[in-house]
């Protein structure tokens, strides 16, 4: 087993006012070569959305773009058609294939929008852009990990789905329980970040918002020791 541990405190950091980002891996005006990407998953930020502000229109294409609300929501506008808010509970996904322009905007006059937005490259290249999002109830799954994102060949109709070999897990966790999480796909790793809470991976403890990288495994187990709130990713370390 091979870990790799990013604390919160390192990540990059921009403070535009309107919008305050944590950046995991290089972004923007943030470059470290040694956090460019983990295996396919290529962005992952934590971002801060003042009342009424957000991001106008912009393009993407030959992307896998996932948005999950922590608090309020995101106004969601794109060059397919599709107008949604995306809140807290439900998670948003966006291939952007050959192309796509959308905008996402803090629809609240009073309160901010916290959000975590997240790109993995796809396996297949310029597919037809595509759209959706679903609401997950984790209090009904307590101390147990929902499958919020599945791959597109391997999806059982109660995830999203996304044209990688990546499952994207999302649970609330009691203090004392012991998880053990296995690998689907061999030759896959792992990137746990932990949104709240205290929790021991394979030895290493993570506080809020630090994460871990870890491959060469077939198991994780994860210890909590606070109640914690944990994105977990399964993702392919190089391109099929």
Do not use: C
């Not at 996932?66 to 948003?92: C, W, Y």
């Not at 929902?146 to 999203?160: E, F, I, R, T, W």
């Amino acid at each position: 087993m091979r870990q790799q541990l990013y604390k919160s405190s390192e990540r990059g950091k921009a403070d535009f006012g309107w919008l305050k980002a944590n950046f995991s891996f290089s972004f923007g005006n943030y470059f470290n070569p040694d956090k460019v990407q983990f295996g396919m998953l290529r962005v992952l930020n934590d971002d801060t959305i003042a009342a009424g502000m957000g991001f106008g229109t912009h393009p993407h294409d030959n992307m896998e773009i996932i948005t999950i609300p922590l608090e309020g929501g995101l106004k969601h506008r794109d060059s397919m058609g599709n107008e949604a808010v995306v809140r807290f509970g439900e998670v948003q996904v966006m291939s952007a294939g050959t192309g796509i322009l959308h905008s996402e905007m803090n629809p609240s006059g009073t309160e901010p929008a916290k959000t975590l937005q997240l790109w993995v490259f796809p396996e297949k290249q310029n597919v037809a852009p595509r759209y959706d999002q679903k609401s997950f109830d984790l209090k009904n799954s307590l101390n147990s990990f929902v499958n919020v994102v599945s791959p597109y060949d391997k999806n059982d109709g109660n995830a999203l789905w996304v044209y990688q070999q990546t499952f994207f897990n999302l649970g609330v966790f009691e203090a004392g329980k012991t998880i053990e999480y296995k690998i689907n796909i061999a030759g896959n790793g792992v990137y746990i970040f932990l949104i709240e809470g205290e929790t021991a991976v394979s030895g290493t403890t993570l506080l809020p918002r630090d994460a871990i990288g870890i491959t060469e495994t077939e198991t994780i187990e994860l210890k909590i020791r606070q109640q914690s709130k944990i994105l977990l990713i399964e993702i392919p370390m190089q391109q099929n």
